[in-house]
């Protein structure tokens, strides 16, 4: 049974295990962490609501879910958010990488 997101219970599981810490900036989420900053949020990492595999769901916290919005990868990456956070092509969890090509 899907979430409200339709992410597959399945990939939610197999998301759940593998991104312990924020897929974009590192962060390291905490089980009890409810702050909408830096707790852990939904991602399809490129903007298309039925692309629900474990290759483009991951786990990010609030400020950088919300500083990417609508944005496309490489745009976001490029914005100043990303600058001063230092998050770069290079920095980003290997989900990320994969969709970055060569």
Known sequence: MPNRWG????TEEIVINRDLNCIYCGIRFQESDSNRKTGRTWEHIINDLT??????I???CGSCNSSKGIKTLQEWLNSKYCTEKGITSDSVALVVKK???P
């Open 58 to 60: 991951g786990l990010c």
């Open 51 to 56: 692309l629900t595999g474990v290759e483009n």
């Open 7 to 10: 992410i597959p219970k399945a």
């Open 99 to 101: 969709h970055l090509g």
